[in-house]
């Protein structure tokens, strides 16, 4: 048990453990073993089916919880956690919270691509958005889509820019908890508007990973949610945008 554990961490942990739930095992933060496992190495080795089914029996968020006191349990001392698809979205939370105690009526707040706004961005000006097209590193920057944005968090993940190749074939970044191996999902961007940053980022690599047909029924059935979804098929994308988006 991890006793005494920062507010911060075990409110992390249990916002994800709570996602983990709602998008059916896409999103687990006990993915870490997984992340380790998959990192290339200098020989360009990629993990084999009996090493990948060896490490998932450690992967599983039924495998923590949290305590009523707080404290992160874990079953087994080789559960390991990664957090890093739900703290950074958090993290701006935590900012946007800030301001608000000290009674900041108009702002943005951003780490890394994840952002919460509120009010305008001057007199009768909103905050205005933009997502990117997927395009590879070094390629000339291009707008997917631009649209106002008001007491909202917006969070993006995507598959398009970070990747490994071995024998021929591409994998993308984005492991799935589920299996073990790369997703194979159509969805090259998610972007998911949410009231609070921590839920849009965690939700937006669930739909990377469980791809698009899931990610829009999660935001359509959702009245607090909206979302971007760029797809990518046999060279071909196509942009899906929520009905409460307006550009």
Same mark, same amino acid.
Not at 77 to 93: H, T, W
Not at 222 to 233: A, F, H, M, R, S
């Given at each position: 048990?991890?006793?005494?554990?920062?507010?911060?961490?075990?409110?992390?942990?249990?916002?994800?453990?709570?996602?983990?739930? +709602?998008?059916?095992?896409?999103?687990?933060?006990?993915?870490?073993?997984?992340?380790?496992?998959?990192?290339?190495?200098?020989?360009?080795?990629?993990?084999?089916?009996?090493?990948? $089914?060896? *490490?998932? %029996?450690?992967?599983?968020?039924?495998?923590? =919880?949290?305590?009523?006191?707080?404290?992160?349990?874990?079953?087994?001392?080789?559960?390991?956690? $990664?957090?890093?698809?739900?703290?950074?979205?958090?993290?701006?939370?935590?900012?946007?919270?800030?301001?608000?105690?000290?009674? *900041?009526?108009?702002?943005?707040? +951003?780490?890394?691509?994840?952002?919460?706004?509120?009010? %305008?961005?001057?007199?009768?000006?909103?905050?205005?958005?933009?997502?990117?097209?997927?395009?590879?590193?070094?390629?000339?920057?291009?707008? =997917?889509?631009?649209?106002?944005?008001?007491?909202?968090?917006?969070?993006?993940?995507?598959?398009?820019?970070?990747?490994?190749?071995?024998?021929?074939?591409?994998?993308?970044?984005?492991?799935?908890?589920?299996?073990?191996?790369?997703?194979?999902?159509?969805?090259?961007? =998610?972007?998911?508007?949410?009231?609070?940053?921590?839920?849009?980022?965690?939700? =937006?690599?669930?739909?990377?990973?469980?791809?698009?047909?899931?990610?829009? %029924?999660?935001?359509?059935?959702?009245?607090?949610?909206?979302?971007?979804?760029?797809?990518?098929?046999?060279?071909?994308? +196509?942009?899906?945008?929520?009905?409460?988006?307006?550009?």
């Amino acid at each position: 048990a991890t006793k005494d554990a920062p507010k911060y961490f075990s409110t992390v942990v249990k916002r994800g453990l709570e996602v983990h739930k +709602e998008t059916n095992g896409a999103f687990d933060m006990t993915i870490a073993p997984l992340f380790s496992l998959w990192k290339l190495d200098e020989n360009g080795f990629l993990p084999d089916s009996a090493q990948i $089914d060896s *490490v998932l %029996q450690f992967v599983g968020s039924d495998k923590i =919880a949290v305590d009523d006191d707080g404290n992160v349990t874990r079953t087994d001392e080789r559960v390991r956690l $990664d957090v890093n698809a739900i703290a950074q979205g958090y993290a701006v939370d935590v900012l946007s919270n800030l301001l608000e105690r000290y009674r *900041v009526t108009d702002y943005l707040v +951003e780490i890394g691509g994840e952002i919460r706004v509120k009010g %305008q961005k001057a007199k009768d000006t909103p905050w205005i958005l933009a997502i990117d097209s997927p395009k590879d590193i070094g390629s000339e920057r291009e707008i =997917a889509i631009q649209f106002p944005l008001t007491d909202n968090a917006l969070a993006t993940s995507g598959n398009y820019r970070h990747y490994i190749e071995s024998e021929g074939k591409t994998y993308g970044h984005i492991i799935d908890p589920r299996t073990g191996w790369p997703s194979e999902s159509d969805v090259l961007s =998610a972007s998911v508007i949410a009231p609070d940053c921590m839920t849009a980022d965690a939700l =937006a690599t669930a739909i990377m990973v469980a791809g698009s047909e899931f990610g829009k %029924q999660l935001i359509t059935n959702n009245p607090d949610l909206e979302g971007v979804i760029i797809t990518g098929v046999d060279g071909k994308t +196509e942009t899906w945008v929520s009905e409460g988006v307006t550009e």
